[in-house]
């Protein structure tokens, strides 16, 4: 079976849930809050894991509280975090109203900064497939991560750009995507990207074809509760998302992702492969993921 390479963050996650966002200068109380592992590359690794597929999760830990959270808490996980680093950990606040939607307030510390020498010491042979998120590459330091990926365009590498793929700079999205095989993104993120390079998209079926067109690789775009659209090789598809009760959609389009790049290292089709990731991803949207019902 193939073996994947998971780049990014692993984050101690603050999950503070609380019946609706507060207005300037509102006072409210919280429902609960409980901190847990998180962070884009630790939730696809840990959905690839899940599905039995090998992965290395190529992310860094640092000092702090929250990072030895994160290597307590990594102990008994199915992927651990390979890379230590001297340089202070942050979190992550995520903010979810009682409708399941969530807000991000990141503090970025060790677990975004990546450097040099870990990719010059990395042996890539074993791997077919590398994951990659943007909340990485917007960092001074991810021009290290864009480096290695034009060095090994022979792989199947996925990106995943993020809720900021807006915020970051069009010359590293640009060399980002011109090495990557796949793009997955949300509606809200691919309109966003249009939009800043002035060729703006009135949906996501426009949006897909667009940026296949435009990068030459396949293209995923989720969006909620509503249809996700593929398009490879210029071929657009649908695909019907099962209704489910929202109780929380933190991590849904990370497994989403995941699920993906699982079942295309077992040998499915781009199809196949969106099919079951929709229902991965339906799973996650019915959890609860601070463990409390």
């Not at 230590?84 to 399941?100: A, F, K, P, W």
Request: glycine share 8%; charged share 25%.
């Amino acid at each position: 079976m193939k073996k994947i390479l998971v780049i990014g963050s692993t984050v101690a996650d603050i999950h503070i849930h609380l019946d609706q966002l507060p207005t300037l200068e509102e006072d409210v109380n919280i429902q609960y809050q409980k901190m847990t592992l998180g962070g884009c590359a630790f939730n696809v690794a840990s959905v690839i894991a899940d599905l039995g597929v090998p992965c290395t999760l190529f992310s860094p830990v640092g000092k702090g509280i929250y990072g030895d959270f994160i290597l307590n808490e990594s102990e008994n996980a199915k992927v651990r975090p390979c890379l230590r680093s001297e340089e202070e950990n942050g979190c992550c606040y995520c903010l979810i109203d009682r409708d399941g939607n969530r807000t991000f307030m990141s503090v970025h510390g060790a677990e975004y900064h990546f450097k040099e020498e870990w990719f010059k010491e990395l042996d890539v042979t074993p791997y077919d497939l590398i994951y990659v998120c943007g909340l990485e590459i917007e960092e001074e330091t991810g021009k290290y991560i864009i480096d290695f990926l034009k060095k090994n365009t022979g792989k199947y590498i996925c990106y995943a750009p993020g809720g900021r793929i807006a915020e970051l700079p069009v010359a590293k999205n640009e060399e980002t995507m011109q090495a990557c095989s796949l793009l997955h993104l949300n509606r809200r993120e691919a309109l966003a990207y249009l939009e800043k390079l002035h060729d703006p998209a009135e949906n996501a079926r426009e949006a897909a074809q667009k940026l296949n067109g435009r990068y030459h690789c396949d293209v995923v775009i989720t969006d909620g509760a509503k249809e996700v659209v593929s398009c490879e090789n210029g071929e657009l598809c649908a695909y019907p998302v099962r209704p489910v009760k929202q109780r929380n959609s933190t991590g849904a389009g990370d497994a989403h992702c995941a699920a993906i790049l699982a079942c295309r290292a077992k040998g499915e089709t781009l199809a196949e492969a969106v099919r079951h990731a929709n229902e991965v991803s339906a799973k996650v949207v019915m959890s609860d993921s601070s463990g409390k019902d």
